[in-house]
């Protein structure tokens, strides 16, 4: 691998070099393979620079990340640059840093991860180069007017209280680096430690960098950064940077960021990447949230670089949740982080009662029991809200035929089609992996039997019948299919939020973060389909998932309460959930993965392997496990790995593809990178070779 040295300062050319004088410069290339490559400059070129350059037919963006003495090919080989892009300041050394450390980290070509972390505009020769490029993209935006956001008046700003007070001055009077895991309960008020410590950056002079899982979920959010934060320092102070923007929006949240000119920059998961050249704080909120993780490309977490970034930049980062993930609790616990408590609600209301509800012999109509529909019967006519949720979309999982046993299969995978039944195909087949869809037969498709029944229920069939059971009830279902549409997801909220809506039906999008004023109940279906799930994060997720949902009930009024349905009350998961006891629950689950040597008292990495055919497939991952055993002297580290056989994936077969994977385990997180990093040198050519693609997943959350 030819050296890329990132820390290199700029390359100063000598003073009074010959007319005719060359400059080398390495790019860093979003192309497959080989990911730097050598180019010829007129000029010197800094470091960080993007260039335009040939590469085989094509021209390329690319990022300059070193300037050598001599090329690692034969010069005559070597093509000039085409154009070097001055329209925004080389990319500064701490971004480079970090995009190296998360292509060693994460096993990826630098290339893969410089680019891709780019606005799409600043990475396309199209933007640049031909008829409408007019100057290019930074040159156009900068021509436009930009419309100044609105600031709305800030509500009424509650005086903190004692946790949160020692909670925001720690972190306010932090210099340098440190983590801190803001541990507090569903309603207790952890906004407001953020935004006080938040200010107290800002007024320092520095740049905030605040992460959500979900920024379409987080209306209110916004809202009070703008109405307080950006308030203290004009319009555009707080940025947004999110997946669901337009690249013009992009680029411009990214350049006002990156010219210090937003203080603030308010985003999800890509937003790690954003250069900040004053950055001087970051808040990871729901650290635990699981959107953290970027799941195709670069397979990184941003709450994992963001404590990275936060010890690179040597300043402070505040992992926010109510139910912290068992990585960083117990990173707290070993005292890596630093922990503060917020124990209870901020308004003086208690946490909400959980009920279990034993559903085994009980005679439930349509999922619900008797108890739930009495208790949102009685909220409803005390003019409360209610909430069901449900963590499944669709109106049924399957349809059946009862004469037969016909289940509705997708053709192009191993799992069933989902029925649906509301939006603009109504009454069609879905599946929920691959996307394929077709229409509902009329009869059976083996047997020809007339009476196909839909088995089991989603969010629609269960908001179909809440309208039975409450006809004159408003009742609003918030999931994937029902917020398709951008900017529907928060119009639905803004509904919740005004008391334009009853009943409130949804998977876990409603689960997170929003702060309900008027919410009684919450009712839980079908949480055990999670109980027994294969992998061994599912009793974390699912804890997680149920206090989350549990704390939108009773926030702003008391006497909210939670019913759980379930055929297993006894289950450790749902007796913590009666005691509202994360940390009790926290203790057994990191005790039993310590017994069993599971993360975080392990280290992970996943290689799945896809083809055609799933024997293809396990049959890369055997020659790549063999790997280890016929060159014992590239993987001087294999004795502390530990590598699992080859299994096919759960849902082995998607888009007709088939899938495998292979586990790779270590305690020792040094040896494990080491022998990644020489094993993923090796998988190329072996992948060629049975036509198979590849992912190496480090810390993989499921598997
Ligand atoms: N010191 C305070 N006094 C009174 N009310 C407060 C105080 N701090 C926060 N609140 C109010 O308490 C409610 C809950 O706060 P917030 O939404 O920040 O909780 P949270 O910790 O983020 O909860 P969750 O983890 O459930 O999202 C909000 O309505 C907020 O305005
Ligand atoms: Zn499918």
Not at 511 to 521: C, R, S
Not at 669 to 689: E, K, V
Request: proline fraction near 7%.
């Amino acid at each position: 691998m030819p050296d890329i040295s990132v820390v290199e300062p700029p390359f100063h050319p000598c003073p009074g070099a010959a007319p005719q004088a060359v400059f080398w410069i390495r790019v860093a290339l979003d192309v497959p393979l080989l990911d730097v490559f050598d180019y010829r400059s007129p000029a010197a070129v800094p470091v960080g620079s993007r260039v335009i350059v040939p590469f085989g037919r094509r021209r390329l963006v690319g990022i300059v990340v070193a300037t050598p003495a001599e090329p690692a090919i034969a010069p005559e080989q070597i093509k000039d640059v085409d154009q070097v892009l001055d329209d925004t300041p080389p990319m500064p050394a701490d971004w480079l840093r970090m995009a190296s450390f998360a292509a060693q980290y994460y096993q990826r070509p630098i290339g893969e991860v410089m680019l891709p972390a780019l606005p799409p505009s600043l990475r396309k020769v199209s933007a640049y180069q031909g008829k409408r490029s007019a100057g290019g993209p930074v040159k156009r935006l900068d021509r436009r007017a930009r419309v100044p956001a609105p600031i709305m008046p800030a509500d009424c700003v509650p005086a903190l209280n004692a946790e949160q007070t020692a909670a925001a001055d720690a972190i306010a009077a932090l210099q340098g680096h440190k983590t801190i895991l803001l541990y507090g309960v569903t309603g207790s008020g952890k906004t407001e430690v953020y935004l006080h410590a938040a200010q107290a950056a800002l007024a320092r002079g520095r740049q905030v960098l605040f992460l959500v899982p979900e920024i379409n979920l987080t209306p209110q959010l916004e809202q009070s950064l703008r109405a307080r934060l950006a308030g203290l320092a004009g319009p555009q102070t707080l940025a947004i940077m999110h997946s669901g923007l337009a690249d013009g929006e992009r680029l411009q949240a990214w350049l006002s960021v990156q010219r210090g000119e937003a203080r603030i920059l308010l985003g999800t998961r890509l937003a790690i990447f954003a250069p900040m050249p004053d950055l001087g704080l970051i808040i990871v909120d729901e650290e635990h949230d699981t959107s953290y993780k970027q799941q195709d490309g670069l397979r990184y977490s941003a709450r994992d670089l963001a404590v990275w970034r936060a010890r690179d930049r040597n300043v402070p980062v505040v992992l926010g949740s109510a139910t912290p993930s068992l990585e960083s609790w117990s990173h707290a616990q070993r005292g890596h982080y630093q922990r503060y408590t917020l124990a209870r609600r901020a308004r003086d209301v208690e946490l909400p009662k959980v009920r279990l509800v034993d559903t085994r012999r009980l005679a439930m109509q349509e999922g619900f029991s008797p108890q739930l529909v009495t208790a949102l019967g009685e909220r409803l006519e005390r003019g409360e809200q209610a909430l069901i949720f449900l963590n499944r979309r669709g109106y049924a999982p399957v349809l059946n035929c009862a004469s037969c046993g016909w289940v509705s299969n997708c053709p192009r995978c191993t799992a069933y089609t989902v029925l649906h039944r509301a939006g603009a195909r109504r009454n069609h087949l879905q599946c929920h992996h691959c996307g394929y869809q077709a229409r509902v037969p009329r009869a059976c498709p083996d047997c020809g039997d007339q009476d196909l029944k839909p088995m089991g229920r989603g969010t629609q069939r269960v908001e179909e019948h809440l309208a039975e059971l409450f006809p004159a009830a408003r009742i609003a279902r918030i999931d994937a299919d029902s917020t398709r549409l951008k900017g529907s997801a928060a119009a639905l909220f803004a509904q919740v939020h005004a008391g334009e809506v009853d009943l409130l039906v949804g998977t876990q999008m409603v689960a997170k973060g929003h702060d309900f004023a008027n919410l009684g109940l919450v009712g839980v279906l079908n949480a055990d389909a999670m109980l027994f799930a294969q992998d061994f994060r599912a009793p974390e997720r699912l804890f997680a998932q149920l206090m989350q949902v549990a704390g939108r009930a009773g926030r702003h009024a008391e006497g909210g309460e939670v019913i759980i349905q379930t055929d297993y009350p006894e289950q450790a998961v749902y007796q913590a959930l009666l005691k509202h006891d994360y940390p009790g629950f926290a203790q057994y689950g990191l005790s039993e993965r310590e017994a069993v040597g599971l993360p975080p008292y392990a280290h992970q990495a996943l290689l799945t392997a896809e083809a055609r055919e799933l024997a293809t497939a396990l049959d890369f991952l055997a020659h790549a496990r063999a790997l280890l055993g016929e060159y014992p002297d590239s993987f001087p580290t294999a004795c502390s790995i530990t590598v699992y056989d080859p299994v096919p994936l759960r849902v082995v077969r998607v888009a007709n593809i088939e899938r495998a994977q292979l586990l790779v385990e270590s305690s020792n997180r040094p040896a494990l990178q080491a022998f990644l990093t020489a094993w993923s040198y090796a998988l190329g050519d072996i992948a060629r070779r049975f036509r198979v693609r590849y992912n190496l997943e480090v810390d993989p959350l499921e598997i």
